[in-house]
């Protein structure tokens, strides 16, 4: 049984979006983001179709004056550590501070069979992630620093400009395997709470990591790893099934069906939120209460179907 969280967080609240088809509709999302109630406006970081998002964030991020941005999470494995701290530092400074670093070490297959992109196994990708998310923190400090790693070497190197968040931008790492929870616990600002991608595809185990169940182990992992500074700790989670509408019943029976397994899955699952408003801030109450969770992510679809759950637990 997961230990309920010593103290709750308030709520806030993202949306994961990846395009456009014009620079107006792109900042039209960001500013109807910002102006429902929302937080943080992420973007996924592959070779599919979607818009860059360095530049697209920028854009979002110069279209509003509060909302926070960052990718969830960019792939260690695309751009060497300095090259990306260089772009995260620069884009820190641009938003006045107002990015966040979601970071990971890449999971997706098809990216690196159609970009020619060697695809280690997990562990050699974890390992260099660690030394890659070293690299970053070490460049955002302005110093001079060497590094001598497996996969890196860094030497005499000095990076600008700076951050205006500093020592670091809050560093947003995800994860739904042991060995990831347990470095994101240990490393990250923010932890979120994913389902196992370690056969890089989305299939049909993968909804068997986002019962509650697994859920509760996945936290409790990150408990255990964190120790005392878990007060310290923001929990995430990027919930991939929103379904708002009048009748709970008919949203979950739905999805189940859908998926294949059973209401009571839906029904019980953090990552997904079906129903009307009141019922999705009872559900997201009950959940921070039990789980610690109070950074919500919801897909870009949502920014407007959303908003009145926002409106609900507004100060909560």
Known sequence: ??????????????????????????????????????????????????????????????????????????????????????????????????????????????????????????????????????????????????????????????????PVQRPCPPILIGGGGKRFLTLAAKLADIVGINPSLKDGVVNAETITHMTAEAVSEKIDIVRNAAGSRMSEVELNIRTFLVNIRDSADEAINGTASMFKVEPSMIANSPFALMGPPAKIAEDLLERRERWGLSYIIVGGEDVNSFAPVIKILSGK
């Not at 620079?23 to 599919?48: C, V, Y």
């Not at 909302?67 to 792939?75: E, N, Q, T």
């Not at 997990?122 to 390992?127: L, S, T």
């Open 1 to 162: 049984m997961t230990n309920k969280p010593q103290s709750l967080r308030p709520f806030r609240f993202g949306i994961q979006a990846s395009k456009a088809d014009s620079r107006k509709q792109w900042i039209d999302l960001a500013k109807t983001t910002e102006d429902n109630g929302f937080s943080s406006l992420t973007m996924p970081d592959h070779f599919t179709d979607q818009l860059a998002p360095v530049p697209a964030l920028m854009t979002a991020a110069d279209a509003t004056t509060k909302l926070r941005i960052g990718a969830l999470v960019w792939d260690n494995d695309y751009k060497h550590p300095v090259v990306l701290a260089k772009e995260l530092a620069t884009m820190d400074l641009l938003s006045d501070g107002r990015l966040e670093i979601g970071i990971g070490a890449g999971w997706m297959i098809s990216d690196y069979e159609q970009a020619g992109m060697v695809y280690d196994r997990p562990g050699v990708r974890i390992d260099r992630f660690v030394e890659g998310l070293s690299i970053i923190r070490s460049a955002m400090t302005g110093e001079k620093f060497s590094f001598s790693g497996t996969h890196y070497k860094v030497t005499d190197y000095i990076s600008a400009p700076l």
